[in-house]
């Protein structure tokens, strides 16, 4: 069976995230500005950072384990502060 990649990438809020050297952590939100999906990926040892990888960073989806792996070594565009919410 073929995984439709595209819809995925767009529907994998809470799947985990992996790389070579193991868990990175989890998608919280998919941001798709001008084009240019980008995961929202909550990290750390408590879930404390938020790092946002370039949707091209991903290697495989595997929708039913709802797992999703990166390249090794993965390129982060850029770390967040943990927003608290109220």
Request: hydrophobic share 45%; net charge negative; glycine share 8%.
């Amino acid at each position: 069976m073929r995984v439709d990649c595209e819809y995925w990438l767009h529907h994998c809020e809470g799947f985990r995230v992996d790389g070579v050297e193991g868990r990175i952590g989890v998608v919280e939100e998919v941001r798709d500005e001008s084009g240019d999906a980008q995961l929202a990926v909550r990290a750390g040892l408590l879930g404390r950072r938020v790092l946002l990888i370039p949707a091209s960073e991903v290697v495989e989806i595997v929708p039913r384990a709802m797992r999703i792996w990166l390249r090794s070594p993965i390129t982060v565009a850029a770390t967040e502060p943990l927003r608290l919410v109220a």
